[in-house]
């Protein structure tokens, strides 16, 4: 491959001719934080940082535990505004800068905490680690053992850029972390705008609040009284007929993302579902995903918006003409968690929920004009979540493409 004018070839890829590739541990001091042990641990009670209260760019502020420290490591631990700090272990890598949001704190031994040696830019550190992780290149340096973690002796040896000013790598850390505002600001519009949908739905389908023009007595169903149950199948996949040219979509749990469905990340053959080797659903059918291991979590429900076909993880509720199919996606969005209260299945290795209580299941239901209303107002806060959702992607994949040019120099900034 012919390396343009002005630049040079490197572990790292084509980067500017005045680069050069540095390491981790000649531009950082890394220090592992305190070791956790409640039985030997004695001293003062003190904050302390664990792995999940690092978040890429931010510090999550509801995860901050206490921990006993003695005087000396009341010194070694406490962590200085600016300090970078990494995940040794979980998702290795993720990492962000201590902003002091809180006036004191320490950590614990699953971070790694980096201070410049040589005055290397501790955003563009971030950067570098957020690009190098997403690439899958800070993989060449973890030790698996029974937990992948990333070693200091590895750490420090992990090859990053160096612009030659302390002008070009400021330039670039900007850049990129007006990319990181963007993003923040939509995340936490988009977290508005869902809590903002939860409290409707908790007043509209309930009852709590009427809209303008409506009154009388709203009638209590079981779900197996709103339509037809039916579960699904997974085609033989030793029979090529039934995969082979797909065109018919599948559902699978993990297709489960979006309470609209359009698309799946399979599809079967129209002769599988002739062979009626699965369940092959009208459009805008209610999907319940009622076997995986997001039930841990919460319960993903959807409306398949053309024709699909389903696995036996997923049920399907066929509604029947007195309840509008919107209404009900709503309604059982709205009671996921009183649903996995109620029919969630125990000691199972994978969570599942129990058919018979799923069908046993009860939602309050106005008459259809009052169903029309309701859904037609949570509807357009959906299309509003969806347009912001697609928006941060957009952000997200900006940011990806700005790291690609900005960290290589394919892009100078100065």
Not at 4 to 28: C, H, M, N
Not at 36 to 45: M, T, Y
Not at 50 to 60: E, H, L, P, S
Not at 304 to 314: C, G, L, T
Request: contains cysteine; hydrophobic residues 40%.
């Amino acid at each position: 491959m012919e390396v343009r004018s002005g630049y040079k070839q490197t572990e790292l890829g084509v980067i500017p001719e005045d680069w050069t590739i540095s390491s981790v541990g000649a531009e950082f001091s890394i220090q592992l934080g305190k070791m956790l042990d409640a039985e030997k641990n004695v001293g003062v009670p003190k904050p302390f940082l664990g792995n999940r209260a690092v978040q890429w760019g931010k510090i999550d502020l509801t995860d901050i535990g206490e921990i006993k420290l003695t005087p000396s490591d009341l010194q070694r631990f406490r962590l200085r505004k600016g300090d970078l700090l990494v995940c040794e272990g979980g998702e290795i890598g993720r990492a962000t800068v201590w902003q002091q949001p809180i006036e004191e704190c320490y950590y614990q031994k699953a971070l790694h905490r980096l201070r410049p040696l040589r005055g290397y830019n501790v955003q563009l550190m971030l950067n570098i680690l957020q690009r190098l992780a997403s690439t899958g290149f800070l993989l060449n340096f973890v030790t698996q053992t029974s937990i992948a973690h990333l070693p200091k002796d590895k750490f420090e040896t992990i090859p990053i850029p160096l612009p030659p000013t302390k002008a070009e790598q400021e330039a670039i850390a900007e850049a990129l972390s007006d990319a990181d505002v963007l993003i923040e600001s939509l995340e936490q519009l988009l977290t508005k705008k869902r809590q903002l949908k939860q409290g409707a739905m908790q007043e509209l389908l309930t009852g709590k609040k009427r809209l303008p023009g409506f009154n009388g007595e709203w009638e209590v169903k079981r779900l197996d009284e709103l339509g037809r149950l039916t579960g699904g199948m997974t085609p033989s996949m030793r029979n090529p007929d039934y995969w082979q040219s797909g065109t018919v979509p599948w559902i699978s749990s993990g297709d489960v993302k979006s309470v609209r469905l359009t698309s799946t990340a399979l599809a079967i053959s129209e002769y599988a579902v002739r062979q009626r080797a699965t369940t092959l659903l009208p459009a805008r059918s209610i999907i319940i995903v009622t076997r995986s291991g997001i039930l841990r979590k919460y319960l993903p429900v959807a409306m398949n918006m053309i024709p699909m076909a389903i696995n036996q993880d997923i049920k399907a509720l066929l509604p029947n003409d007195h309840v509008l199919p919107e209404y009900l996606l709503h309604s059982l969005t709205c009671n996921g968690d009183r649903i996995l209260a109620r029919c969630l299945k125990s000691g199972t290795t994978v969570e599942s929920i129990e058919f018979p209580w799923l069908k046993a299941f009860t939602i309050p239901l106005p008459p259809i004009p009052e169903q029309t209303a309701i859904s037609s107002i949570l509807s357009d806060m959906d299309a509003e979540i969806a347009a912001l959702d697609a928006k941060l992607a957009n952000a997200r994949q900006l940011k990806q493409g700005m790291m690609q040019e900005l960290l290589t120099g394919r892009i100078r900034l100065v």
